[in-house]
């Protein structure tokens, strides 16, 4: 899970990050600054468009004096990636999102002592030879979906909503062996509407102190916001006292080792990696919001691709069909889809679900031998944009999974893809999800014809993630 937005906060900064060098928007008004280039609904493209405008791989914006710097170039960011230099910066826009998952492994400061105990006590739970207690669960909420999507045959199906389900469903069960019953309803779980309501008033947090908005829209917005939360925080504590109870009752009964029963376990054996029981929401809270979201948009974008490129979907079928054969894949089958995960990688290549993360200098540095940086100054790397450097060939914007070939890996340089973020506070997730998305896109791949719809061109939506707005495939069985 790595830094969502390129955000734009009226927070003043102690000092500007970069000496005034790096070019900036065209048309830069007195106060409001490069108002005319950011979006408070998209503001990632938006800041896409800026970097295209200015020609620069390093750029910064300004709004009511407070100024960002973005960069998309290739040796910025090998430089921002040495861990000895840099470090992951809270950035204003996942500063917001404390009010929905405090000091969580997502959004905590990196001199929390939470993030080192959760991490040091989760990350074995999110190893690869972990994935192999996961791996039935996904089969069989791939399953759900494909018995959902028999009874859709013939008509359009709501791909990104369904995504959404199937990947809120698996990570509820896996993580926390709850179910949101996500196929048995007609509409989505109210613990999706409430999360996004979340992830969009965070968005708008970081623009209040824009006239008018702030004035007319952010006491409605606030008071959706707290509604939301306290349906979140509701569930959650729900999930966590029913197995508190179940332990009461039955101390000696089998329980699941999921992450949950990881967190509570620590708790009741003094674990020194133990965390108080405020954080253990905290992570189940992220784990359950940015776990489902980030994979639920890649599919979402991978399907979209496939159904666009049919010698590209004939392919991955053929591996397909080819490795699986009629039966259910077995955990030592998923990694074997190599051209499937190149093209769940060239999917994230062009959109990145998590779109981008902000880096600090650790001491005062130089960052790729031009730009000076305080310690503390911190800059915001724009994925989106990296992964169209020309390092990526003639036409970047082209999805080919064959730029995902082992060869083509090793001629690229070693920075210029970076979907899960980087370092100590990269993805925890990461191979979790990987294996959850190969199974789901095998499983469609083996059942359905996708048939687009001729007249939709891609529109992305943001939030937390990146997500393709009003996609639907029509579905026909093989």
């Not at 990050?17 to 408070?40: K, M, W």
């Not at 002592?113 to 791939?142: C, E, G, I």
């Not at 001729?454 to 707005?469: A, F, G, K």
């Amino acid at each position: 899970m790595t830094d969502p937005g390129v955000h734009m906060s009226t927070k003043t900064k102690h000092h500007d990050p970069l000496p005034d060098v790096i070019p900036h928007p065209r048309y830069r008004f007195p106060l409001v600054g490069d108002i005319t280039a950011i979006s408070t609904s998209k503001p990632t493209q938006a800041a896409m468009r800026t970097s295209r405008n200015v020609g620069s791989p390093i750029f910064e914006q300004s709004l009511f004096g407070t100024r960002f710097v973005l960069t998309t170039s290739p040796e910025c960011v090998a430089d921002l990636s040495d861990e000895s230099r840099f470090a992951k910066y809270v950035s204003p826009f996942v500063d917001a999102l404390r009010g929905l998952a405090g000091d969580g492994l997502f959004t905590a400061y990196n001199h929390e002592l939470n993030w080192d105990r959760a991490h040091n006590l989760l990350h074995p739970a999110f190893a690869q030879n972990a994935m192999k207690s996961y791996h039935d669960t996904m089969v069989a909420v791939a399953d759900e979906l494909v018995e959902h999507w028999d009874s859709h045959v013939g008509t359009a199906v709501d791909v990104s909503s369904d995504m959404t389900k199937l990947t809120l469903e698996t990570i509820g069960r896996a993580g926390f062996s709850y179910s949101f019953d996500s196929f048995r309803r007609d509409q989505l779980h109210p613990f999706v509407a409430s999360m996004v309501e979340g992830l969009r008033f965070a968005q708008l947090q970081s623009f209040k102190g824009l006239p008018l908005i702030g004035k007319y829209l952010f006491p409605r917005a606030t008071k959706r916001n707290d509604d939301a939360l306290a349906y979140l925080v509701d569930v959650v504590d729900t999930v966590i006292r029913e197995r508190q109870e179940d332990y009461s009752r039955n101390p000696d009964g089998e329980r699941p080792n999921d992450l949950l029963e990881i967190m509570l376990r620590a708790t009741r054996e003094g674990d020194e990696n133990r965390v108080d029981d405020r954080n253990i929401r905290n992570q189940v809270l992220t784990f359950l919001v940015a776990g489902h979201e980030t994979t639920s948009g890649a599919l979402s974008f991978a399907l979209y691709y496939l159904s666009q490129n049919p010698d590209i979907f004939a392919k991955a079928r053929a591996e397909v069909d080819d490795v699986w054969g009629e039966g259910s894949p077995s955990f030592a089958q998923v990694p074997k889809l190599r051209y499937v995960r190149r093209v769940l990688d060239e999917t994230l290549r062009l959109w990145p679900t998590a779109p981008a993360y902000a880096r600090a200098a650790r001491e005062d540095t130089v960052l790729a031998g031009k730009y000076p940086m305080a310690k503390d100054d911190w800059v915001v790397i724009l994925l989106p944009g990296l992964h169209r450097d020309r390092v990526w060939g003639p036409d970047p914007e082209r999805f080919d999974p064959d730029n995902f070939l082992p060869e083509r890996v090793r001629a690229r340089p070693a920075h210029v893809y970076k979907p899960f973020g980087t370092g100590e506070r990269a993805c925890i997730g990461r191979q979790f999800a990987i294996h959850e998305a190969v199974i789901v896109l095998g499983t469609i791949l083996r059942r359905y014809d996708l048939e687009p719809d001729p007249t939709y061109d891609l529109r992305v939506s943001e939030r937390l993630t990146l997500m393709p707005e009003g996609f639907t495939l029509k579905l026909r069985r093989r």
